[in-house]
C-alpha cells in the first residue's frame, strides 16, 4: 500500500483499499470482495457501476463539463425543474451546491437573513443531530464531540432534545417570536437511524406556521427515493420550508440541493454562489439519477425492500440475535450491545457495515438491492451474530 501518512488522519479507516464495485459488490486490491451494506454512506442509491450513471458521465464529459454560474447551462435547468416538479406543489426553487454540508451552510444563511429582517436573532436544532462539519453546520449539530474542540460557533443556536415534545414545546414558548428557523433529520441518520414522531415534527411545523420561521428538513440522509417517497417529507406528511439534499442525490457524483417554498424565497444576486454548484456534468448526472429514482415503479421497488428487509430483522429480533430494530425505507438501523465488535466481525465475514449512534448498526443498501442479497445477508448475519 503507498504511504498513507499525507492524508490527515480525520478518519478512522479498515485497513482495506477498494478499488472496483459492481452493483452492492466491491473488491480491495488483493481481490478479496465484500457486500456493500454502507454504499458510500447512503450516496451509491443505484450500486457500484450504475450503467444509468456512466452513460450521464460519458456522454455529458463529452459535451462540456464545466462553464461556471455565469451562464446557463441544460442539465442543471433539467434538473432544477424535475426537483421542483417532484415536490407536490412544495418547493419553487433550487440552489446547487457540492455536498450535504454545503446545502445545510445555504439554508442557514436563508434562515439567519430571514432572522435579521424579522428580527428573530435565533436558530433551534435536535441534540443528536448531524448536520456536517464545517463551522455553521457544525453550530447546528448537537454533539458535544463534534462541536466542543472548536470553541464557539455561530450565537443564537439553541437546541432541544430530539422527540421530546414537552422540553420543544417550553424552549418555543421561552423563545416564542424570537426563533428565525428550525432545523431537523426527518429520521437522525448518523445520531442512530431515530424517526422523528409525528407529534414532534407537527408541533415544529405549527410553530413556524404560526410564528413566520422557517422549517428546514434534513433530507441529506433519508431523501432522494431512501424511504420509498422520493422526498422523505411526502413520507412524514409535513411540508417543510427548505430541503437540504445531497448523498444519493448524486448516486455517488458529488453534488447538494437546497430547495425552497414560497415562504424561503430569501436570496438574491449576490447572496450566495458556488464556483462548481449545478455544473453540467454533476447535474447532468442527479437528472439521469432523479429520473431513475423517482420513477413510481422504482419507489414501489423500495417499499418492497423495506418490508422484506424489516421482515428478515423482525426474524432476528425473535430469534434474540439483536436487540431490536428501527428505521423506514432502505434507512435501517439494527440495535445492539457493541455496534463496533459487529462492524469489525461483518467485516472478517466479507461485509461492509457502519454503525450509528452508541447501540446502532446503519443499513444503507443500493435502493435497487437485489432480494437474493437481503435473504443471504440474514443468512449470514444469522450465523456471525449467533458466534
Ligand atoms: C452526511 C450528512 C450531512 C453532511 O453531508 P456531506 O456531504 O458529508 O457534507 C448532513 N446532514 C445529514 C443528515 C447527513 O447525513
Not at 424570537?178 to 411545523?205: M, N, W
Not at 422557517?214 to 411526502?234: H, K, N, P, S
Amino acid at each position: 500500500m503507498v504511504n498513507q501518512k499525507y492524508v490527515m488522519p480525520t478518519y478512522g479507516r479498515k485497513p482495506v483499499v477498494l478499488v472496483e464495485g459492481s452493483g452492492i459488490q466491491v473488491k480491495d486490491n488483493t481481490g478479496t470482495t465484500y457486500q456493500d451494506w454502507v454504499g458510500g454512506v447512503a450516496v451509491n442509491c443505484l450500486g457500484h457501476g450504475s450503467p444509468v450513471i456512466l452513460e450521464a458521465i460519458n456522454e455529458q464529459a463529452n459535451k462540456i463539463m464545466h462553464v461556471s454560474n455565469l451562464y446557463w447551462n441544460e442539465p442543471q435547468l433539467e434538473l432544477a425543474q424535475l426537483l421542483i416538479s417532484l415536490s407536490d406543489g412544495c418547493l419553487d426553487e433550487v440552489f446547487f451546491c457540492n455536498s450535504g454540508t454545503e446545502s445545510l451552510e445555504c439554508a442557514l444563511k436563508i434562515v439567519k437573513k430571514h432572522g435579521a429582517t424579522t428580527n428573530k436573532p435565533y436558530v433551534l436544532y435536535m441534540k443528536n443531530s448531524f448536520h456536517g462539519r464545517t463551522s455553521g453546520a457544525l453550530s447546528i449539530t448537537g454533539q458535544s464531540k463534534y462541536q466542543e474542540p472548536f470553541g464557539d460557533l455561530i450565537p443564537g443556536c439553541l437546541n432541544v432534545d430530539f422527540n421530546d415534545t414537552e422540553g420543544l414545546k417550553n424552549r418555543l414558548g421561552q423563545y416564542s417570536g424570537k426563533i428565525a428557523g428550525i432545523f431537523v433529520e426527518p429520521i437522525q441518520g448518523e445520531g442512530g437511524v431515530i424517526v422523528a414522531e409525528h407529534e414532534f415534527l407537527s408541533t415544529i411545523a405549527d410553530y413556524c406556521k404560526e410564528n413566520d420561521a422557517l422549517l428546514v428538513f434534513d433530507e441529506v440522509q433519508c431523501g432522494a427515493g431512501r424511504l420509498g417517497t422520493y422526498y422523505a417529507f411526502q413520507t412524514f406528511g409535513i411540508v417543510p420550508d427548505v430541503v437540504c439534499m445531497a448523498k444519493g442525490l448524486g448516486g455517488g457524483f458529488p453534488i447538494g440541493a437546497t430547495l425552497v417554498g414560497s415562504k424561503a424565497k430569501m436570496l438574491g444576486k449576490g447572496d450566495h454562489g458556488s464556483t462548481y454548484g449545478g455544473n453540467p456534468l454533476a447535474t447532468a448526472v442527479a437528472l439521469a439519477v432523479t429520473k431513475t429514482v423517482s420513477d413510481p415503479a422504482f419507489l414501489q421497488g423500495v417499499q418492497f425492500r423495506q418490508g422484506f428487509l424489516e421482515a428478515g430483522l423482525a426474524m432476528l429480533a425473535a430469534k434474540g440475535l439483536i436487540k431490536s430494530h428501527r428505521g423506514m425505507g432502505l434507512l435501517q438501523g439494527i440495535v445492539v450491545e457493541n455496534p463496533n465488535q459487529i462492524v469489525d466481525k461483518a467485516f472478517d465475514n466479507g461485509y461492509l457495515f457502519i454503525s450509528a449512534g452508541s447501540d446502532t448498526i446503519r443499513l444503507l443498501p443500493p435502493l435497487n438491492v437485489p432480494l437474493e442479497d437481503i435473504s443471504s445477508l440474514m443468512t449470514n448475519l444469522e450465523s456471525f451474530l449467533s458466534e
